[in-house]
């Protein structure tokens, strides 16, 4: 069984659909609304646990009635729960979430999250470095970010980035990661400078760029596009934590970076088409039933 360790955020989404996205100033009535379990951390735990690894978890909840909700969600997807700290005094997460027009708008609102430090990096390195695999995002302070990356390198875990929702990270980090999974918009800013461009071109073996219904892009020597799978899409949001789960499995278990790729666009394609980020996400048998088709 894959052992991967996820370090990140965890979220309680708060998900409105409407016919449209509201104008500025403006009231529109919608049509339903829930709170579903979120973060991108905790998407892609989920995603990883449902397609059968085993999934340790590292961050922060409050101390609110979302943190109970979120930690029993865990427990029932087998998520090892231990190293997650709630802190007094703050709120859990929150992500207000707009369904419309076949995409979404997304405002995070940080909470506990902002406590996930580099002290907790070093309290845990033991359960970092018994890890196959480490999934990091950017919902986290950065100066954790870089905490694990140097933590994970030093014992030789193979670290997977997701540099969203985008920002700057240094270039000593991203050397010692060994796969980086923007999409097209964010590779576009996380290319800021004429240094982040010559270490693009230099290392493009690092990067994994999700296209959306396109598919996924990889270079090995010479450009790869996996397409991706045409569905009927209810809601995107966990698109990408889906697939970055799914990268993480498959990789961790083996499978060539082309083959990972393909496995991670049908459980993004599956994730799209149900209603929430984690409830959305597919199990492993889903998964062989929608190849095998």
């Given at each position: 069984m894959s052992k991967i360790t996820v370090i990140?955020?965890?979220?309680?989404?708060?998900?409105?659909?409407?016919?449209?996205?509201?104008?500025?100033g403006e009231t529109i009535l919608g049509q339903s609304f829930s709170t579903i379990p979120g973060g991108k951390g905790a998407n892609q735990a989920v995603?990883?646990?449902?397609?059968?690894?085993?999934v340790t978890f590292i961050g922060c909840v409050g101390d609110d009635p979302f943190a109970k909700t979120l930690m029993?969600?865990?427990?029932?997807?087998?998520?090892?729960?231990?190293?997650?700290?709630?802190i007094e005094g703050e709120p859990t997460g929150v992500a207000s979430i707009t369904i419309a027009e076949d995409?979404?708008?997304?405002?995070?609102v940080s909470g506990a999250n902002q406590a996930v430090s580099p002290?907790?990096?070093?309290?845990?390195?033991d359960v970092i470095a018994a890890s196959e695999t480490i999934i990091l995002q950017f919902?986290?302070?950065?100066?954790?970010?870089?905490?694990?990356?140097?933590?994970?390198?030093?014992?030789?875990?193979t670290i997977i980035l997701n540099p969203a929702p985008v920002r700057p990270i240094s270039l000593e980090a991203l050397e010692r990661v060994d796969y980086i999974t923007p999409n097209e918009h964010e590779l576009a800013i996380l290319?800021?400078?004429?240094?982040?461009?010559?270490?693009?071109?230099?290392?493009?073996?690092?990067?994994?760029?999700?296209?959306?219904?396109?598919?996924?892009?990889?270079?090995?020597?010479?450009?790869?596009?996996?397409?991706?799978?045409?569905?009927?899409?209810?809601?995107?949001?966990?698109?990408?934590?889906?697939?970055?789960?799914?990268?993480?499995?498959?990789?961790?278990?083996?499978?060539?970076?082309?083959?990972?790729?393909?496995?991670?666009?049908?459980?993004?394609?599956?994730?799209?088409?149900?209603?929430?980020?984690?409830?959305?996400?597919?199990?492993l048998e889903e998964v062989k039933q929608f190849l095998n088709k």
């Open positions: 990140g955020s965890i979220n309680m989404d708060l998900v409105t659909t409407a016919e449209k996205f509201p104008g500025k995603a990883a646990s449902k397609l059968g690894a085993d029993d969600h865990f427990n029932r997807h087998g998520i090892n729960t231990n190293f997650i700290k709630k995409d979404n708008n997304i405002i995070v002290e907790m990096v070093e309290q845990h390195e919902e986290i302070p950065m100066e954790t970010i870089e905490k694990v990356i140097e933590v994970a390198s030093k014992h030789g875990v290319l800021d400078d004429q240094e982040k461009k010559a270490f693009y071109e230099s290392h493009r073996e690092k990067f994994i760029v999700t296209q959306g219904a396109e598919g996924v892009a990889y270079y090995d020597g010479e450009e790869h596009l996996v397409p991706g799978y045409s569905v009927e899409v209810v809601d995107t949001t966990g698109a990408g934590d889906s697939f970055n789960g799914a990268l993480a499995v498959a990789l961790t278990k083996g499978e060539s970076l082309e083959e990972s790729c393909r496995f991670g666009n049908a459980v993004g394609a599956l994730a799209v088409s149900k209603l929430g980020a984690q409830t959305g996400m597919p199990t």
